[in-house]
């Protein structure tokens, strides 16, 4: 099992539903070479409103519903392993933003927060 704490990185890949790489959705794709590199951590959430780059409202309300939706795609890890794994996401040439930003990891595959006035 992959453990992480302390400084990290998040890697955010935004989407439209309809991205696609060789006939397999690209959020897909992403999390499956995410799985394959190791990755502490990937998951994909679909968007009910938004626009990008083409300025163009994408949104499930009924009176202009929108068969492209916007999707995010959030990897956790390491500073080292997301640097591995950018061209792989340059590899596929992602159409949409590509966002990274350092976090800190609290708590990771324990189950448990740690208390943040104990002393070690």
Do not use: C
Not at 22 to 34: D, L, N, P
């Amino acid at each position: 099992m992959t453990t992480l704490s302390g400084p990290a990185e998040r890697l955010t890949i935004y989407l439209g539903e309809s991205d696609r790489h060789h006939h397999v959705a690209m959020h897909a794709e992403i999390i499956h070479r995410a799985h394959a590199a190791g990755m502490a951590g990937a998951s994909a959430w679909k968007g009910f409103e938004g626009y990008g780059a083409n300025n163009h409202i994408h949104t499930t309300r009924i009176l202009s519903l929108s068969d492209d939706l916007p999707i995010m795609v959030e990897i956790i890890d390491t500073t080292e392993k997301i640097d591995a794994f950018l061209p792989q996401i340059r590899d596929l040439d992602v159409s949409g933003l590509v966002v990274r930003e350092p976090i800190q990891v609290v708590s990771y595959g324990s189950g448990a927060t740690p208390d943040p006035g104990a002393t070690t």
